[in-house]
Structures are given as structure tokens and as C-alpha cells.
């Protein structure tokens, strides 16, 4: 434990003490979100974000001992452990060098090298390794087993071969070796499959592709990886691309040097140079492709599920409309627009189906409906569904909003994300909330209460259902998940929860809760009634101690008992508040708010042996603005009149949008035409910039220019940098200067000299990034 703790601690910058202490809290069974809050004095102030990869770490440490001692075990049950051997297995810090390391005693099938020592053949490979000037074939002849099927010299020398070629490819430090040569030198090709032209046309952009491997992007990798896939595409690792045709490969020479063969132009060595060759190609060289090509999709998924979990982050933390009574319309053409009324706490008030739209066009008499709904319910939002016929459903609306202008000034539309609704719709939850209701009319529903809160509503949909990933159904669905989950829960636990007004769904993602204790506080609330203190939760069923303690500050009581359970100061902490107003002579309820007293304390005089400093100075924080919402100011985005469809655009044209998913290769915007177009990370800003999401994230409210529009295709590139013109040369933003090839190479044996590099077919530049626009387009599908 001791290793581990000192390891996380040296990859995470921290103190060592800082990491045992946060170890000890997880085994205790403490989440995340409740020490990041409530145990900053044990943990040095870590946040969720360096908890999260922590608690990753130890488990891949955790694992890695428990392999280590397996292989430990292994070896010695073989009598061949020794010191040596030992030390180094205990050194090792990856599973790779582990495997490396066990290659040579693992038990494996029988191989043609293993039949060949079966045979008797193995003290003809190490004589020929230790005589060069042997007569291969004379020697050979005496190791003749026909029964063992060596009928002659030939067979007999293969035999030594095969024994070699796996000795060779066992050995960990002439692997580790090679491992280097092709990180510092491989490079990705990627051709297409003979005949697959048309079939794999939306693969062309990797036809005839080839890029560095360590350079290749996560999304180009995942592309790449689901041409292969799909039997479109092939892939192959050159591990030298700077070798000349018919030239031994680099991997050959180090492989020479690894074992100080020497080789000249005798009998032996003229053997052993095709051992040599045998050794890579059939051995080595197809281990490390597998093995590089599935790192490559390993740090490629962890990439795009980083991208997924900080967008899905940014959605979830978008700003609440608020409490207000809602219009939620889920718009349609021949099955109508399915209408719903929600009231400010989000329950159901009133539905029906209206036909706007052709073929029936009922356009007035759907205007008249609404209209009689929004002043019966004094409806303040209308919230639009972004799906099929929602820009005439948008004019339906704005068309009702002219005629209550009168009875409802404050009436306003927006138009909202329906990503999700669906699959929520037809759920098990949607049927428990509205039983015998139509699954399109709580499609409504959700868009309405989405508005409302966006947090408490996106809860009841499986993250992946959301979309708002970059290939996500090319990536571990465990790993998303459970990065998705770790999102959920720290958005949740960040805003804290109404526990008198929280959906069961929203209520599981409570630190501390689950979903069987989430369906108790429900079901306790509709039997005794609201929650009027934090400590009646106890008297939930199965919630005991530990839950509570973990649970209890991120759940809120308004107008309860107590005004600390409308706060985020911890139940444990209540005796220091009361403390700190004793001390100034004021009640609990008369410090809360109060900015001008809390500000002339000093957090330092109410230091505890239990609350040290750190949670003095977020108690004090937490008093001058209880229960504040982290999330920001509601903003909504106004699409230009009369651009409703692909065919509206015009190149140029200034349009106002949401950003609906960021990825590493640029922004796809809502501009209202039922297509989002796609901001090239080129074309963001003048500036160069590496990460997308230094500009924008999900949610923001944006302008662009119309740069290029294929509407055959369902294409649309825009540009946040809005002095472009259309149809010019792209203005790629500024970039640093290359590293690349600077500085003298390393001319060691596993580095030779650099030669000119291979130019890549295809450059990922601007123009890729159509591309990209038309995979995304069909993937968010």
C-alpha cells in the first residue's frame, strides 16, 4: 500500500500523506463528491477531478499487484524464481513489462519451437549460436528424429529456428527495445480494401493514408479503426519507415546488436540471419501491431470518453429556465405537435395533440388551443422541441405569443434539445410517472421540464441516450458508463438536491444514495409527507448512518426546521455554525446572509481539532450565499427568421446558434435548420489553439458565418471568426513552431540516424473537417 500511495502521489504532484489519508477514506467507502466537500483537511484540497483519476490509479495498481503476485507464484511453483528474475517483476510498473516479463514462463500450447525440444533439437540451436564456423548441415544431420518428424537436415535446422525465433521473442529488454524504436519511428497506414470504393466511400479521407502512430488523433484512430472494422479499410504499423526497398528492417539490426551476434557471411550466420528476419516478421512485429494498434484504440476511447463526459458535463450544467409553468411542444407534421403543461414544480396539468402543420393545417384553430391552455395555467415558457418541423412549430409559437400578449407579457419561447426525450418517453420510469399517458405526450413532458431544470430532467436518461459524444458507440460501453456515471454524479452533488421536490432518479445520484434508497425517501415523502429536517431522513427505510453521513449535505430542506438544511454545510459541521453565532452574539438564522458580518470574521478563529481550516473557510463561503446554484445565467439563442431548412443558407450569412457538442476537431452548432453545421477548430478563433473546448462548450450561445454549404449531403461548415469570406483561401489560425526533427537524433541501438520522413498522403487540415461533419451528421443519428 505503501508503494502505491508514494506512486499516485509522485503522478499526481501531491503529498504522500495527502494520498494514504484519501485511500483510507475510499476503503472506508466514502465517495468521491463527499470527500472532495467534506474531507479537504485529510485530503490536502484535492478536487473531485484528481480524486476520480486517484481512485482510477489505485485500481489499476491494486490489479497490477494482484497479477504480479500470480506471476510471482507461477514462476516459483517452476523452480526457476530467481533474485534476478524476482527484482525485476517487483520493478515493474505496467502490465505490459509485466507480460514481458512472464512471456518465458508462461504456460502455453505446444508451439513448433516446444516440439522441436520435445525432439531433442535444442543443444543444435545453442551450438550454432556459440559456432559460427560450424558445418550447418553435417551438424544438423546429427539430430535427425524421424519419429519426431526431423526426417533430414532441412527439417532439423527449421526445428532450431523456431527455438531460437522464440527464445528471442520471449526476451523482455529486447522487447522493451523494440517498443521504442517504434514509438519514436512508426508510423499508421491505412489503405483501402482492394474493390471497396463505393461501399467505403465515407471512408476516402484514409484511402491512401499514412500519419505517425503516437501523432494520430483520437478521432482519426476511431475512424480508422471502424473502417478496418466494417472491412473497408486495412491498417498496418510500419515500424521503419525510412527503410529502403529490400532493406533489413531497423528492428533486425537491433535484434543483432540485442544478442551481440555479429553476424558475417558463414554458413551459421547466413542461418541466423534468416532467424533474424523470422524473428520479427512472424514474431515480433505481428505482437507489437496488435499490441500497438490496441493501445492506439485504448488511448483513442479514453479520449473521445473524456470528450463525451465534458460535454455531457457542460449539458447537464446548463442554466435553469426556474420554476415556472411550462408549454412543452414535441413537434410533428401527420401526427401532430404533442402538447403538455407542466406547473412550476414540474407536475403534468393538462395535454392534447394539435395539427398545425400539413396535411391538416389547423393552424388557427391550434393557435386558439394554445391559447386557451397558456392563460388557463398562466404559462411564462414555451419549450420547443429542436426535432422534425420544429422551426414551423417555433412559428406557431411565436404567432400564439402576439395573440396573449395582453393577458401574458412575459410569455417566451425557446427552442430546446430533444436529444434523449425519446428513449426517456418509452422507459420503465415514464410509464411509473404517467401511467396510461401516451409515450409521445411524456416526450413533451421531458422537453418541458428540461427547460425547467435541465440537471433534474437528463438524470432519468441513460447518458448515452443524451449524444453528445464523439463515436461513442465505438468506444468501451463499460468505461463510458462509468465515466458518464462519475459526470452524473458530480453535477448532481455540485448543485445539491430538493429532497421535498427530487425525481427517484435524481435522488440516486446523491452521494451516498442509491436507487433502491432513493425509491424510499420517495415513497416515505408520499406516505408521512414532506421532510421537515435533515434528520428525519433516518427514519427512511435501510438509509442508516453511513448513507446519511455520506448523503446529508448534498440534500436541501427549504423552509424546514433548521435554515443550515437549505445549505450545503454538513449536519456534523451544525454545532461550529452555532458556535460562531453564539460568538457574535446572533441567532443561527441571523448570520445566514448576513455578508457584511460573515466578512469581518477571520476563519482562523473558529479553527476546531475537527474542522480545520479548509472547512472553516467553505462554511463562512457557504453561510454569505447558502444554497447557492453553481450553474450560470439562463441565456437562450434566437435563430434568424426564414432560415428553416439547408436550403436557406447562404454563404456569408451571419447566424446566431447553440453549441451543441464539442469534440477535439472543432464545435457542431444549432443554427435552426435541422442540421448542425460544424466550426472547424481552425476556424474558432486567430489564435492556434489545441483543445476546442478552451473556446466553447456545450450550450453556449454563439455567432458563426456560413462558409460552405452541400445540401445534397447535408453539409454545413461555419466560422466563429467572422471577417472570413466565404469561397476564400483557408486562414488557418496561427500555429507553434515544430519540434519536429530539431536537435541532433539519438544514435544509439535503438535510434538510427533520421533520415528525410515519410510525407503523409493525407494531411489533416480545414477541409478534413467537412468530412468529419458528414461522419458525425450520421453517428448523432
Not at 478536487?47 to 490489479?63: F, G, I, K, P
Not at 418517453?425 to 416526450?443: C, K, M, N, Q, T
Not at 435524481?506 to 451516498?512: D, P
Not at 472543432?666 to 435548420?673: E, K, L, M, Q, S
Amino acid at each position: 500500500m505503501q508503494n502505491i500511495a508514494q506512486l499516485i502521489a509522485e503522478e499526481l504532484n501531491v503529498r504522500q500523506q495527502q494520498v494514504t489519508d484519501t485511500i483510507s477514506l475510499l476503503d472506508d467507502g466514502a465517495t468521491v463528491p463527499f470527500i472532495a466537500r467534506y474531507r479537504k483537511e485529510a485530503t490536502g484540497g484535492l478536487d473531485d477531478a484528481q480524486l476520480r483519476t486517484l481512485n482510477s490509479r489505485l485500481s489499476y495498481l491494486r490489479d497490477l499487484n494482484d497479477r504480479r503476485n500470480v506471476i510471482l507464484s507461477s514462476i516459483e511453483a517452476q523452480s526457476k524464481l530467481t533474485p534476478e528474475l524476482k527484482a525485476a517483476i517487483n520493478a515493474a510498473d505496467s502490465k505490459t513489462r509485466l507480460e514481458d516479463l512472464y512471456l518465458p514462463y508462461k504456460p502455453k500450447r505446444r508451439t513448433k519451437g516446444l516440439i522441436a525440444i520435445e525432439a531433442g533439437i535444442e543443444p543444435l540451436a545453442d551450438f550454432l549460436l556459440a559456432n559460427r564456423q560450424a558445418d550447418c548441415d553435417a551438424k544438423a544431420s546429427e539430430y535427425i528424429n524421424v519419429a519426431a518428424g526431423f526426417s533430414d537436415a532441412k527439417a532439423v535446422l527449421d526445428g532450431a529456428r523456431f527455438i531460437l525465433m522464440e527464445r528471442f521473442a520471449e526476451d523482455a529488454e529486447l522487447l522493451q527495445k523494440i517498443r521504442t524504436q517504434v514509438e519514436q519511428n512508426a508510423v499508421l497506414e491505412s489503405r483501402m480494401v482492394k474493390g471497396k470504393e463505393k461501399e467505403g466511400a465515407k471512408f476516402r479521407d484514409y484511402f491512401e493514408h499514412t500519419e505517425k502512430l503516437t501523432k494520430v488523433p483520437s478521432h482519426r484512430a476511431l475512424a480508422m479503426l471502424r473502417g478496418r472494422n466494417e472491412g473497408m479499410l486495412s491498417l498496418n504499423i510500419n515500424a521503419d519507415p525510412q527503410q529502403e526497398p529490400k532493406q533489413a528492417s531497423y528492428c533486425e539490426v537491433i535484434i543483432i546488436e540485442h544478442f551481440k551476434l555479429g553476424l558475417s557471411n558463414t554458413a551459421v550466420d547466413t542461418w541466423l540471419k534468416t532467424v533474424v528476419a523470422a524473428t520479427w516478421k512472424v514474431k515480433i512485429a505481428l505482437q507489437m501491431e496488435t499490441e500497438f494498434l490496441g493501445r492506439m484504440r485504448e488511448t483513442a476511447e479514453q479520449e473521445a470518453i473524456k470528450v463525451f463526459a465534458r460535454n455531457l458535463g457542460d449539458l447537464l450544467m446548463a442554466a435553469p429556465a426556474g420554476a415556472k409553468a411550462t408549454l412543452g411542444l414535441d413537434p410533428g407534421l401527420r401526427s401532430g405537435v404533442k402538447v403538455a403543461i407542466v406547473n412550476d414544480t414540474g407536475k403534468l396539468m393538462a395535454h392534447t395533440t394539435i395539427f398545425p402543420h400539413a396535411p391538416q393545417n389547423q393552424w388557427d384553430k391550434s393557435v386558439r388551443t394554445l391559447a386557451n391552455l397558456v392563460k388557463m395555467h398562466k404559462v411564462e415558457l414555451i419549450a420547443i422541441g429542436n426535432g422534425t418541423a420544429s422551426r414551423e412549430t417555433d412559428k406557431l409559437a411565436a404567432d400564439l405569443i402576439s395573440q396573449v400578449k395582453a393577458d401574458l407579457p412575459r410569455l417566451t419561447k425557446i427552442m430546446v434539445s430533444e436529444a434523449g426525450a425519446s428513449v426517456y418517453s418509452a422507459s420503465e420510469l415514464a410509464s411509473e410517472e404517467f401511467p396510461g399517458i401516451d409515450v409521445s405526450i411524456r416526450g413533451a413532458v421531458s422537453i418541458a421540464r428540461r427547460l425547467q431544470d435541465p440537471l433534474a430532467e437528463l438524470v432519468k436518461i441513460e447518458p448515452k441516450a443524451i449524444g453528445v459524444g464523439q463515436y461513442q458507440h465505438d468506444v468501451s460501453q463499460s468505461s463510458l458508463s462509468s465515466s458518464l456515471e462519475a459526470v452524473v454524479e458530480d453535477c448532481v452533488n455540485g448543485v445539491g438536491v430538493d429532497v421535498n421536490m427530487a425525481s427517484a432518479p435524481l435522488l440516486a445520484q446523491v452521494a451516498g444514495l442509491n436507487k433502491t434508497l432513493a425509491r424510499n425517501i420517495v415513497a416515505h415523502r408520499d406516505e408521512q409527507g414532506r421532510f421537515n429536517n435533515r434528520k428525519a431522513l433516518l427514519k427512511v427505510a435501510r438509509l442508516g448512518p453511513k448513507a446519511y453521513e455520506q448523503a446529508a449535505g448534498f440534500l436541501r430542506i427549504t423552509e424546514g426546521d433548521n435554515p443550515l438544511d437549505s445549505s450545503a454545510v454538513h449536519p456534523e459541521a451544525y454545532a461550529l455554525v452555532e458556535s460562531i453565532a453564539t460568538a457574535k452574539g446572533v441567532s443561527v438564522a441571523e448570520i445566514i446572509g448576513n455578508s457584511e458580518l460573515l466578512k469581518a470574521l477571520e476563519a482562523k478563529d473558529f479553527i476546531t481539532s475537527e474542522f480545520g481550516l479548509p472547512t472553516v473557510t467553505d462554511i463562512l463561503a457557504e453561510l454569505d450565499k447558502p444554497g447557492r446554484d453553481p450553474r450560470g445565467e439562463f441565456k437562450t439563442a434566437t435563430f434568424k427568421e426564414g432560415v428553416e431548412e439547408i436550403k436557406d443558407l447562404k454563404l456569408d450569412m451571419i447566424l446566431e446558434g447553440v453549441v451543441t457538442n464539442v469534440t477535439n476537431f472543432g464545435a457542431f452548432i444549432d443554427v435552426g435548420v435541422h442540421q448542425d453545421g460544424l466550426v472547424h477548430i481552425s476556424s474558432m478563433t486567430d489564435k492556434f489553439i489545441d483543445d476546442p473546448h478552451k473556446v466553447v462548450k456545450a450550450g453556449d450561445i454563439v455567432k458563426v458565418k456560413v462558409m460552405e454549404v452541400d445540401a445534397e449531403r447535408r453539409r454545413i461548415g461555419l466560422s466563429m471568426r467572422l471577417e472570413d469570406k466565404a469561397g476564400d483561401a483557408p486562414k488557418s489560425a496561427p500555429r507553434p513552431a515544430s519540434n519536429h526533427n530539431k536537435g541532433a537524433p539519438n544514435k544509439g541501438a535503438n535510434q538510427r540516424p533520421q533520415q528525410k520522413t515519410h510525407k503523409p498522403k493525407q494531411q489533416a487540415n480545414a477541409a478534413m473537417g467537412n468530412a468529419f461533419a458528414d461522419a458525425f451528421a450520421k453517428l448523432k443519428k
